[in-house]
């Protein structure tokens, strides 16, 4: 970052300065080349900033199409066409920021600072800073377009009570401050419908700042992902610009940030998803938002059958369990 970009990003205050070297970093991967940091000089706001930043920014869709990421106060979202009600695999949503809290979990004290506040874009989905919620979209397209950096994927098998030792370090990993984790890091949590339950996410990047074998633009990102109630489970996704297997470097980063156990057994999980192969874990995409079972727009125009649903209410009820039909309501 610029020193004048970095200067102009800290806020008057008191607040901290807004970082966007996670957010240069996954542009890079959507992109082919590292977007510079403009001078933010006068612009205290995250969602200013982040207009400024992003002008010129595109995503290649699946269709093929460049859109760019922000049109005015709406973000693209790689959103199917269940949500998107047009067919295709993506959609606008205004994001809206300030004080819209609902019932949630987190207290006042998990929101952002002044400068960078919650923003909300699906109406079950809330980010505790706007910053957060503009990392989790471009996480979410590299998911969706860039899976060769999805390297692994883990999930806990779903469980009736909270005392898996497993679920308990990724619990509380999403639950640890902020400033007590390396890296950077954002927040979301999705509220509970028809057949999710609750979820609390944590994307934690490191960038070249945190990486002694990273240059500008590289990065390792560690998906968390904790539900909450009867029948719940943990997940752990891993991204990574590291090129080659067996992504040694990237390995003991994920195991420095999980711990040893948890980073283990992680680690000594399967890959990320092949191409065209559907996200099934509870984050239901990086994004949010893919809660239609994975139905997917084919290149004819018709729409594959969608997948079953892998959530955990569903595989609980598939083995002989009565899951509860309304999450984890206080």
Not at 124 to 148: D, N, P, Q
Not at 258 to 273: A, F, H, I, N
Request: charged share 25%; hydrophobic share 35%; proline share 5%.
């Amino acid at each position: 970052m610029s020193s004048s970009a970095h200067a102009a990003s800290a806020s008057s205050n008191g607040a901290p300065a807004i970082v966007w070297h996670p957010h240069q970093a996954l542009v890079k991967v959507l992109c082919g080349n590292l977007m510079p940091l403009p001078a933010l000089d006068g612009l205290k706001g995250a969602a200013d900033q982040w207009r400024r930043i992003s002008q010129g920014v595109t995503i290649t869709t699946h269709e093929g199409q460049q859109k760019p990421i922000m049109d005015g106060d709406k973000i693209l979202h790689p959103a199917y066409e269940e949500a998107s009600g047009t067919g295709e695999a993506f959609s606008w949503y205004a994001v809206v920021t300030g004080d819209h809290r609902q019932k949630r979990r987190r207290g006042p004290e998990r929101d952002g600072p002044d400068n960078d506040p919650q923003g909300r874009g699906l109406s079950w989905i809330t980010f505790t800073s706007y910053s957060g919620m503009a990392c989790f979209m471009l996480l979410g397209w590299v998911e969706e377009t860039k899976r060769h950096t999805l390297v692994k994927e883990w999930a806990t098998g779903v469980l009736e009570d909270d005392e898996n030792p497993l679920y308990k370090r990724v619990k509380e990993l999403t639950d640890a401050k902020a400033e007590e984790t390396e890296g950077a890091v954002y927040d979301r949590e999705d509220l509970a419908t028809e057949c999710y339950l609750d979820c609390c996410h944590r994307l934690i990047v490191l960038t070249s700042k945190h990486l002694d074998w990273a240059d500008e633009g590289d990065f390792v990102a560690i998906l968390l992902g904790c539900e909450k109630g009867e029948f719940h489970r943990a997940t752990v996704k891993v991204f990574t610009s590291e090129a080659r297997r067996p992504w040694a470097k990237t390995a003991v980063a994920v195991k420095r940030v999980l711990g040893e156990e948890l980073g283990t057994q992680v680690w000594g999980s399967g890959g990320g998803r092949r191409a065209g192969q559907r996200s099934g874990s509870a984050a239901g995409g990086a994004a949010g938002g893919d809660r239609s079972g994975g139905k997917r727009k084919a290149p004819d125009g018709s729409f594959e059958q969608p997948s079953k649903c892998v959530c955990s209410k569903c595989l609980a009820a598939e083995h002989g369990a009565s899951p509860p039909p309304g999450g984890d309501q206080e």
